[in-house]
């Protein structure tokens, strides 16, 4: 079965920047779509960004501009360099994958994101 593993999260300041990673192990990784969701306290987790096996890019309108998702097949990681954070960033981030039509239900600890003001 296909693990994740998150890292990368932190306490910063507004304005400030965080790159998260998000490895894999198991599984055909390069033909993967992975997908970086968030959950703040109280709200329904949501799609950030994903990138699908041939680099294409989706983003959520608020992380469009400041936020870039990027692989590295190689190392079977999926990072998320957040810059100009904002404290509606702060959440729990979690990746998620997609392996032909079907998205996993595995969800790895995530990591906290915490942007003051």
């Known amino acids: 079965q296909v693990q994740f593993v998150e890292s990368g999260g932190g306490s910063v300041q507004t304005g400030g920047s965080l790159r998260l990673s998000c490895v894999a192990s198991g599984g055909h990784f390069s033909l993967f779509t992975v997908a970086w969701y968030r959950q703040a306290p109280g709200k329904e987790r949501e799609l950030v960004a994903s990138i699908n096996s041939g680099s294409k890019r989706n983003y959520v309108d608020s992380a469009k501009g400041r936020f870039t998702i990027s692989r590295d097949n190689a190392k079977r990681t999926v990072y998320l360099q957040m810059n100009s954070l904002k404290p509606e960033d702060t959440a729990v981030y979690y990746c998620?994958?997609?392996?032909?039509?079907?998205?996993?239900?595995?969800w790895g600890q995530g990591t906290q994101v915490t942007v003051s003001s």
């Open positions: 998620r994958y997609q392996y032909g039509s079907v998205w996993s239900n595995n």
